[in-house]
Structures are given as structure tokens and as C-alpha cells.
């Protein structure tokens, strides 16, 4: 697969992309609306579209899979599933979590953590015209017990970037955000 760009129409969007390139993601590019600077690109058809929609219900529909697995069961190798074999995470104020091997480790971790929950709801995902790619964009929360006993909650933004592997999706890319805490 060759390295491409997200192809989005503004300078900050082609930043991001380059900002995930820089960590090893190779991706081709993902058409996700008409823009009159790329007038080759057409409209899209209706069979495409009706391909799109698809794959749209079946991601949504392996991603509430997965934020179920997440939250309600204490099986590492359930949850790890849901990533490809060679996925990043990209945890706030962390290095990069590379590899399934590495993100096992960082799940059996995190379920340790006394109190330990997260859940999350993807609000929005961008298919590729070609349905092998494709992006979600999200709230979480994650709670835990800090060393005293009180419960801390967590909540924030997430991105998910997916590619379609054996006919399955698999997330490559999850990278998070904490919201600011209030004043």
C-alpha cells in the first residue's frame, strides 16, 4: 500500500494526515465529499453509494461490538481483536502503542487499574469510495479509582481511522483526547 494523503480540502486536515504518515500509517486516499478542486473525481454513483452506506452500518456495527467488549467484558484478547496486527495507539500525554503485541499489553494494563471503564460513542464515519478505508470521530469516557479510592472520570474526543482486512474491519489508527477539566 502506498503512503497517500487524506484528501479533505484544508491545509489543517492535510497536516493531520501528514502527522499520522510521520508515525508509520500508510494510507491511500480517502475521497469523503465532491470538491470543485478535484473536478476529476466525479460524482459518486448510486451503486458506490449504496456500497458506502454498507460498509458505514457494518462499521458502526463493529464498532459498538467493540465499545461493548470494552466496557462490559474483562477478556484482553476479545477486546484486542478489534485492532489490526500492525494498529498504533496513540494515548494523551503517551508514545505511540505499536503493534498488537504492545496494545495487549497496554489493554491487560489499563483492566488492572483499579476501577478501570471506558466506554465511547463513534458520532461520525467517513467510508473511501473504494469501502477499505475509513474514519470515525467520537466521544469517551474512561473512569478509574485514583490512589485514595475516588473515582476519577475521564471524558474526550477520539479518532479512529479503519481498513478493511479479510472482509473485517480492523481500527490501524485510535488516538485520544482528554477535554479540558472545567474551572
Known amino acids: 500500500m502506498s503512503s497517500a494523503l487524506v484528501v479533505r480540502g484544508s491545509i489543517v486536515q492535510r497536516q493531520s494526515a501528514l502527522a499520522l504518515l510521520s508515525y508509520g500509517v500508510s494510507l491511500p486516499v480517502l475521497y469523503t465529499y465532491q470538491s470543485p478542486l478535484w473536478p476529476r473525481m466525479g460524482r459518486i454513483r448510486l451503486k458506490d453509494r449504496r456500497s458506502m452506506d454498507k460498509a458505514r452500518a457494518d462499521l458502526e456495527r463493529v464498532d459498538a461490538a467493540w465499545s461493548a467488549a470494552a466496557s462490559t467484558s474483562r477478556d484482553v484478547e476479545q477486546i484486542v481483536s478489534f485492532w489490526a496486527d500492525d494498529a498504533i495507539v496513540i494515548p494523551p500525554g503517551q508514545a505511540p502503542i505499536i503493534g498488537k503485541n504492545a ?22 464515519f467517513t467510508i473511501a469510495r473504494d469501502c477499505d478505508l475509513a474514519y470515525g470521530v467520537g466521544t ?35 488516538i485520544w483526547n482528554d477535554d479540558p477539566t472545567p474551572k
Open 140 to 174: 469517551n469516557q474512561v473512569s478509574f479509582n485514583d490512589e485514595n479510592g475516588n473515582r476519577i472520570t475521564l471524558r474526550g474526543k477520539a479518532v479512529t481511522i479503519w481498513r478493511m482486512e479479510n472482509d473485517a474491519w480492523k481500527c490501524i489508527v485510535d
Open 103 to 124: 496494545i495487549r499489553n497496554y489493554v491487560t494494563a489499563s483492566l488492572k487499574t483499579p476501577g478501570f471503564s471506558i466506554k465511547w460513542k463513534t458520532t461520525q
